[in-house]
């Protein structure tokens, strides 16, 4: 299967190597490169010698030195993120650790689910997306100046002169954020506001007004028609990066939360058939193929009766975390319902969507879940279906689920195509 979106290692130090081994084959499995070392020296050199995603100690220390004596020497190699494991470790050591360079702690023995959601976590984090910017003014030169400022601080930005065609904008672009000026020609910046907040898939969309007027009346009343805050124009140029980066961090954050499945992180029902339809517009302007592939466990109610629904759920999250690794983009992604999931594939055919989606099958087929002292295997049947003509999102959708319904009375553990 793919790796992560980082191919470098996490680094473990302890002395328990023998007690390391599974859950080294465990990472490794989901394709997070994993070094283990024994003695503080070996640690040390691997750090000086290449890039590591994250470092995770045993609060017990190496063969060669406790863990107190390796952090210092460790913390001037590596800046990044550094774990401690440990058994019943007093808030008094967790503070003392801390201060010695420790980000974050968990328990010993490692749990590989809760771990994985670590690194996925910082893999996140650490990868930084341009935030997109949509200015809305009719005013050339104050577009051109928030334009220069935005861009040099590396975000995207489109400009919009005429607020009339924004929703041509907002479909097209998707910004995380909109700078509206309140006086335009066309109109107000107040009534825009108003309009695009009675669309639902563009409500959560902060917007911010630019403009000269200072009175805190006329601001208030603003804002209470549909904007999120007011910014002076010509401020300077520290306060105006500042005020995007802060309301697009708290959009994000939000939106995550708005929009995804509790157990998987990946999209819920709703936003997933709202992601498909958005596609299918695009698709209907840029004359390319569009595949969509439905996803079901197979056999997961005996998984829950024979195992519990504990292991049933670290099942259904590897496989989310399965399809984030292979998918195209985790946008494309969602928890369809229960164990059954979707893949949106944009630009492929059916029969290379379904190729992909084999691949996903057989990588999935070949992980190993944890049942206790045991482990166990799963597999998932899928269905593939290609966007016809005049074809709706719900067509798609139905055209998908026959071909899964195919793949299991065939016998499971394959992808059916639709015909």
Same mark, same amino acid.
């Given at each position: 299967?793919?790796?992560?979106?980082?191919?470098?290692?996490?680094?473990?130090?302890?002395?328990?190597?023998?007690?390391?081994?599974?859950?080294?084959?465990?990472?490794?499995?989901?394709?997070?490169?994993?070094?283990?070392?024994?003695?503080?020296?070996?640690?040390?050199?691997?750090?000086?010698?290449?890039?590591?995603?994250?470092?995770?100690?045993?609060?017990?220390?190496?063969?060669?030195?406790?863990?107190?004596?390796?952090?210092?020497?460790?913390?001037?190699?590596?800046?990044?993120?550094?774990?401690?494991?440990?058994?019943?470790?007093?808030?008094?050591?967790?503070?003392?650790?801390?201060?010695?360079?420790?980000?974050?702690?968990?328990?010993? /023995?490692?749990?590989?689910? #809760?771990? $994985?959601?670590? =690194?996925?976590?910082?893999?996140?984090? %650490? @990868?930084?997306?341009?935030? !997109?910017?949509?200015?809305?003014?009719?005013?050339?030169?104050?577009?051109?100046?928030?334009?220069?400022?935005?861009?040099?601080?590396?975000?995207?930005?489109?400009?919009?002169?005429?607020?009339?065609?924004?929703?041509?904008?907002?479909?097209?672009?998707?910004?995380?954020?909109?700078?509206?000026?309140?006086?335009?020609?066309?109109?107000?910046?107040?009534?825009?506001?108003?309009?695009?907040?009675?669309? /639902?898939?563009?409500?959560? #969309?902060? $917007?911010?007004? =630019?403009?000269?007027?200072?009175?805190? %009346? @006329?601001?208030?009343?603003? !804002?209470?028609?549909?904007?999120?805050?007011?910014?002076?124009?010509?401020?300077?140029?520290?306060?105006?990066?500042?005020?995007?980066?802060?309301?697009?961090?708290?959009?994000?954050?939000?939106?995550?939360?708005?929009?995804?499945?509790?157990?998987?992180?990946?999209?819920?029902?709703?936003?997933?058939?709202?992601?498909?339809?958005?596609?299918?517009?695009?698709?209907?302007?840029?004359?390319?193929?569009?595949?969509?592939?439905?996803?079901?466990?197979?056999?997961?109610?005996?998984?829950?009766?024979?195992? %519990?629904?504990?292991?049933?759920? !670290?099942?259904?999250?590897?496989?989310?975390?399965?399809?984030?690794?292979?998918?195209?983009?985790?946008?494309?992604?969602?928890?369809?319902?229960?164990?059954?999931?979707?893949?949106?594939?944009?630009?492929?055919?059916?029969?290379?969507?379904?190729?992909?989606?084999?691949?996903?099958?057989?990588?999935?087929?070949?992980?190993?879940?944890?049942?206790?002292?045991?482990?166990?295997?799963?597999?998932?049947?899928?269905?593939?279906?290609?966007?016809?003509?005049?074809?709706?999102?719900?067509?798609?959708?139905?055209?998908?689920?026959?071909?899964?319904?195919?793949?299991?009375?065939?016998?499971?553990?394959?992808?059916?195509?639709?015909?």
């Amino acid at each position: 299967m793919n790796a992560p979106a980082t191919s470098s290692p996490l680094l473990i130090g302890t002395s328990r190597r023998e007690s390391i081994e599974l859950l080294q084959a465990q990472l490794s499995s989901y394709g997070f490169p994993v070094q283990v070392f024994g003695r503080k020296s070996a640690l040390l050199a691997a750090l000086h010698a290449q890039t590591a995603a994250a470092v995770l100690l045993d609060a017990d220390g190496l063969e060669d030195g406790a863990t107190e004596d390796v952090l210092p020497l460790l913390r001037r190699l590596f800046q990044g993120p550094v774990l401690c494991a440990g058994t019943e470790l007093t808030v008094s050591r967790q503070i003392a650790l801390m201060r010695l360079g420790v980000t974050g702690f968990m328990s010993w /023995p490692v749990d590989v689910q #809760v771990l $994985i959601d670590r =690194l996925e976590q910082l893999e996140e984090a %650490g @990868r930084h997306n341009p935030y !997109r910017v949509l200015i809305v003014d009719d005013s050339e030169t104050v577009t051109r100046w928030v334009s220069q400022i935005l861009q040099q601080a590396g975000m995207q930005v489109r400009s919009l002169h005429n607020p009339l065609d924004i929703f041509i904008a907002l479909e097209r672009f998707r910004p995380e954020i909109i700078l509206m000026d309140v006086y335009m020609p066309e109109c107000g910046g107040d009534e825009m506001a108003r309009l695009i907040r009675q669309h /639902p898939q563009f409500d959560s #969309v902060p $917007i911010v007004f =630019l403009s000269t007027e200072t009175s805190r %009346g @006329r601001q208030w009343l603003a !804002r209470s028609m549909g904007g999120d805050d007011f910014l002076i124009k010509n401020q300077e140029s520290e306060e105006l990066l500042a005020s995007v980066v802060i309301t697009v961090e708290r959009y994000r954050r939000l939106r995550h939360w708005m929009t995804r499945d509790g157990l998987t992180g990946l999209l819920d029902h709703t936003h997933l058939i709202q992601q498909l339809e958005m596609q299918i517009s695009a698709t209907a302007t840029q004359s390319v193929p569009l595949s969509y592939a439905m996803i079901d466990i197979d056999h997961f109610k005996q998984v829950n009766d024979q195992h %519990g629904h504990a292991v049933g759920d !670290r099942v259904i999250k590897s496989l989310a975390r399965l399809l984030r690794q292979m998918a195209p983009s985790a946008d494309l992604i969602g928890r369809y319902g229960g164990e059954e999931f979707a893949v949106i594939f944009p630009g492929l055919s059916q029969i290379r969507a379904a190729q992909r989606v084999d691949e996903m099958r057989a990588a999935f087929a070949a992980l190993k879940h944890l049942d206790g002292g045991g482990a166990l295997q799963a597999t998932f049947s899928a269905g593939v279906a290609v966007l016809g003509n005049n074809m709706s999102a719900a067509q798609l959708v139905e055209a998908a689920d026959m071909a899964l319904y195919q793949a299991k009375r065939a016998g499971r553990n394959q992808v059916g195509m639709a015909s």
